[in-house]
């Protein structure tokens, strides 16, 4: 597993992923590191999350479990159903309807490439961390110029 963060630079619509470092105490200086850079973190709202939803649906991406950051077994458990028969529309009307109250915050969505010749996943945080199988550098090529458009498309 390697893990990539999305930074954006400050006043600008330049995003870049950027691979972290594989020591686990470095994470806050790396941060912080770029941060002095020019770079903001990026992360993921709800509504960032529905989009990719939509948006990886059509690109051959199957969403396998959501992590709600605040633990609501039930809830978390009827999404996690739905994702077994990979009703997307009502797992995004779902989501919608309780953001709209503010009941929902996301921690995460893993997903699969839908070829599984490559076995290729991924997991992406709220904080703006995906962290991917390793191997098959065209799909996460791929998934990378996803999330970057959409990121792009989302500050506009």
């Known amino acids: 597993m390697t893990k990539y963060k999305i930074f954006k630079k400050q006043n600008l619509f330049k995003?870049?992923?950027?691979k972290l470092p594989d020591e686990p105490t470095s994470y806050y200086s790396f941060v912080s590191s770029k941060v002095n850079d020019g770079f903001n973190q990026y992360t993921f709202t709800v509504n960032k999350f529905l989009k990719l939803i939509k948006k990886l649906r059509a690109s051959d991406f199957t969403i396998t479990?959501?992590?709600l950051l605040e633990i609501d077994a039930q809830f978390e458990g009827k999404l996690n159903n739905l994702l077994l028969t990979q009703q997307i529309d009502e797992i995004v009307e779902t989501i919608e309807f309780l953001d709209n109250y503010e009941e929902v915050d996301l921690k995460s969505m893993s997903y699969n490439y839908k070829n599984?010749?490559?076995?290729f996943s991924f997991k992406l945080q709220n904080n703006g961390v995906i962290i991917t199988s390793d191997g098959a550098i065209d799909i996460q090529r791929k998934l990378f110029d996803i999330l970057l458009?959409?990121?792009?498309?989302?500050e506009k």
């Open 15 to 18: 995003f870049e992923i950027v």
């Open 65 to 67: 479990h959501i992590e």
């Open 116 to 119: 599984n010749l490559n076995n």
């Open 149 to 154: 458009s959409l990121v792009s498309e989302n």
